[in-house]
């Protein structure tokens, strides 16, 4: 079934470890794009990519990282992660930029 | 700057219509967007609108649109339990890089 796989699905991790979440998309879309959602807070934008080769900040990326070499994958690292870091990540991607997004469904990380 | 204001909460009676509200500042996104997420799972799209449109319907769904008080509203007649989740509304940020989303509505419908 085409879609959004994003792995793992839910992940504890210690302090100050590096950490890669990987999401890969099988629409050939040219857009991806980092979320998390945090309670209260809604879906903020860490990083985008709105093709392959190309990155962009989003209003969180402080902490995070990206890599976008090839149409399909769009891993996100959190190099040394902290415990502010603790939330649900939506990897989506999308035809265009900011048109019509699909989502995976989440990694649930604890930072402890 | 650019935002999307929605309600947080909103609790009807099944069979009852739900109306959801959302307030945006940037009126240059194409389109508008409502996504809804079930517990522990995805967003997933629900519908949309195309900015030149006043309305939309789509079986128990309506959208409206006032442009000109960047307002957008998403109407489900005969609200069932199967309804209860968050509604997200969205749009495209300034820079036409990705979609911008509210904090979420949540709707509990009770039998």
């Known amino acids: 079934i085409a879609g959004i796989t994003q792995a793992p699905t839910s992940q504890i991790l210690a302090a100050g470890r590096r950490m890669t979440l990987r999401c890969t998309q099988d629409?050939?879309?040219?857009?991806m794009y980092w979320y998390r959602q945090d309670l209260g807070l809604g879906l903020r934008l860490i990083h985008y990519?709105?093709?392959?080769?190309?990155?962009g900040k989003g209003e969180v990326p402080d902490g995070y990282s990206v890599s976008r070499a090839n149409t399909d994958d769009f891993p996100l690292t959190l190099a040394s992660a902290v415990p502010s870091q603790t939330s649900v990540y939506f990897c989506?991607?999308?035809?265009?930029?900011?048109?019509?997004?699909?989502f995976g469904q989440g990694t649930r990380l604890t930072v402890v | 700057g650019e935002d999307v204001e929605q309600s947080l909460f909103l609790s009807v009676r099944e069979g009852d219509s739900s109306v959801i509200n959302c307030t945006y500042t940037?009126?240059?996104?194409?389109?508008l967007y409502w996504y809804k997420q079930e517990p522990g799972a995805g967003l997933q799209l629900l519908t949309y609108?195309?900015?030149?449109?006043d309305m939309k319907q789509d079986q128990r769904l309506t959208v409206l649109l006032n442009k000109k008080d960047k307002h957008l509203s998403l109407r489900i007649a005969d609200t069932q339990t199967g309804d209860s989740a968050i509604y997200f509304c969205a749009e495209s940020n300034q820079a036409g890089t990705a979609l911008i989303f509210g904090k979420g509505t949540t709707l509990s419908v009770s039998s």
């Open positions: 940037d009126s240059s996104s194409t389109y």
């Open positions: 990519s709105n093709t392959a080769g190309t990155t």
């Open positions: 629409m050939r879309h040219n857009a």
């Open positions: 609108i195309f900015s030149n449109m």
């Open positions: 989506a991607s999308s035809m265009g930029e900011a048109t019509e997004a699909f």
